[in-house]
């Protein structure tokens, strides 16, 4: 039975992660940075990595039951992300390709979002709404790669509710708390509503959040806030919806945990005749397993990386080979 061992260093997270061929996770370990305040700096990040990421492979063996001789193939997150915190992971990962004679795989991050989605709800062909702390992307499948039909033009829906909760004195991840606040708000205030074409733009409102503050309740600042950006991003993706035609909506990505947005995408979807799906949210936030499950796909699809390869802090969802899909 093929195995392989994902390592996941985009961002704040560095996860280990070991899955077996047929999708069953042996091991998921993690450890995250989570600043008291502000945003994440990255080498902070890249010190925590250093100094947790052997802890964290070691953790992940005994999980599974396993040493690295028994791994077939080494996988790691090669972009996009924070480059201090990507070359972390990168530098473990290449260490035990080479150490132990393994191939190595270098794996999208967007990609794994969407395939550990895949597998972990069983969707085929879906168009997958990529939400996340600095991704906001509606992506679908056509003509041999992930096309993105829609995008945020500025920041990632999760940053800007980041953002937003840090002016409410929230640590990060602050955007649990908005939606906790949203809850017990009742008047809709007038705020920015951005849509150019099938992309978005999230930082007007931001600024028009936070001055509004000085005038409203937090609590009805939180709900317009949610109201506003959901709708927005409901709206591209129906757009993408209705041009696809996909039978299939798949939520990914830490921002997917949001109930107000699944319910929103779901009314949508369902009018168009598409179900909706969510990853479990276990799985919603950076993972190893995503890496790992990727990884393996790509390498029995015919994917090799050469352990010189530099990290892509830049790469784009729409830039990655995803030769095991057919069609």
Sequence with gaps: MLVSL?????????????????????????????????????????????????????????????????????????????????????????????????????????????????LLTKTRDPLVVYISGANTQIIAFENGRYRVFGETLDMGIGNFLDSFARELGFPFPGAPKVEELAKKGKELIDLPYTVKGSDLAFSGLLTAAIKALERYPAEDVCFSVQEIAFAMLTEVTERALAHTEKEEVLLVGGVAANKRLQGMIKIMASERGARTYVVP???????????????????????????????????????????????
């Design 281 to 327: 949210m276990k799985y919603a936030s950076d993972n190893g397993v995503m890496i790992a499950w990727t990884g393996l796909l790509a390498y029995k699809a015919g994917i090799r990386t050469d352990p010189s390869e530099p990290v892509n802090p830049k790469f784009r969802v729409d830039q990655a080979e995803v030769p095991w899909i057919e069609g």
């Design 6 to 118: 994902g390592i996941e260093s985009t961002a704040h997270t560095f996860g280990v992660g070991i899955v077996d061929e047929e999708g069953n996770i042996l091991a998921d370990q993690r450890v995250s940075l989570r600043p008291k305040e502000g945003g994440i700096l990255p080498r902070e990040a890249a010190a925590l990595f250093s100094e947790k990421g052997a802890e964290v492979l070691a953790n992940a063996l005994r999980e599974a039951g396993l040493s690295v001789e028994d791994v077939g193939v080494i996988s790691f997150a090669i972009g996009p992300g924070l480059g201090p915190s990507l070359r972390t992971g990168a530098i473990l990962a290449r260490y035990l390709a080479v150490r132990f004679k393994k191939p190595l795989v270098g794996v999208n991050h967007g990609v794994a979002h969407i395939e550990i989605g895949k």
